[in-house]
């Protein structure tokens, strides 16, 4: 890890909640999803991190000195590469039970060896597999965490990923993860839509249950409101009318499908 203190954009959007943002296409321009949003959640006497990012400068010192005395409790949304390559800094961890396999073991990265970009020597320091956090804890739907004064609740969010979770706090706010964000959108086999949409239609629900008007998704523009998770759904479902105009891309083991939107590009798993 290098030492580079400027690297991450902080940004403080209100009292309880700052904002780490990092440049996910440093490490290959294949990601154009920047930037990466890590929320930083503060309570009273707790502060929640959602997701570590991608492990190439320290972290851990940055958090440290925006939560104080708080105790800190950090959250990985799910397990792609660019959502727990810091974990190792961190003495624990909790994950959803579906991916905590993957996050326990050192995570191999190698599909970077051919990046254009020089930054992934930090990556071949270390042999292109990067250690875990010492003690990994798992999460699943229904879990609560009271940060003082403020209660954050997880919602299992399987599509995206299998252990994929959203946080909804007591302050009205829905942290999206990468269920939901505008940009390109990593999808599984085409046959598994459904259980991606069935997601979209429970958030969809608790927004206008709960009245939600605060969604904040792990890359690019943040906060957004529901209308984020509408045009999702609609972009996805709109899927099965654009499938013929798919073209392989293939460092994602993908079809590559464009709407005409401007907000989404859809990359379906082949696999
Ligand atoms: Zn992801």
Known sequence: MSNNKQYFKISKHKDSLFVIQENISIVHPVYTNDPLNMYLILGAHTALLL???????????IVD???????????????????VLGNVEFEEIYIHENEADIVSK???????KDSPNKIVNCYAEQNFLIPPAKTIDTLKGGDTFDLGGLEAEIIHCPGHSPGSICIITS????????VAYYGDQFL????????????????????????????????RKYPCDKTLLTDLYDGIKNIENLWESKIPFDFFHAWEINDDSGKFRYFVSKM
């Not at 000195?65 to 959502?83: A, C, E, Q, S, Y």
């Not at 302050?171 to 990468?178: A, G, P, Q």
């Not at 991606?196 to 249950?209: H, M, P, R």
């Open 106 to 112: 050192h995570y191999d990265v190698s599909y970077f």
């Open 188 to 219: 599984p086999k085409r046959e598994d839509f459904p259980q991606v949409l069935d997601t979209l239609s429970k958030l969809i629900k608790l927004c206008e249950k709960q009245k939600i008007i605060e969604l904040y998704p792990s890359h």
């Open 51 to 61: 997701d570590t990012g991608c492990g190439l400068y320290p972290l851990k010192p």
């Open 171 to 178: 302050n009205s706010e829905l942290f999206t993860s990468d």
């Open 65 to 83: 000195d925006l939560i104080g005395k708080r105790k800190l409790l950090v959250i990985n949304t799910h397990t792609h590469w660019d959502h």
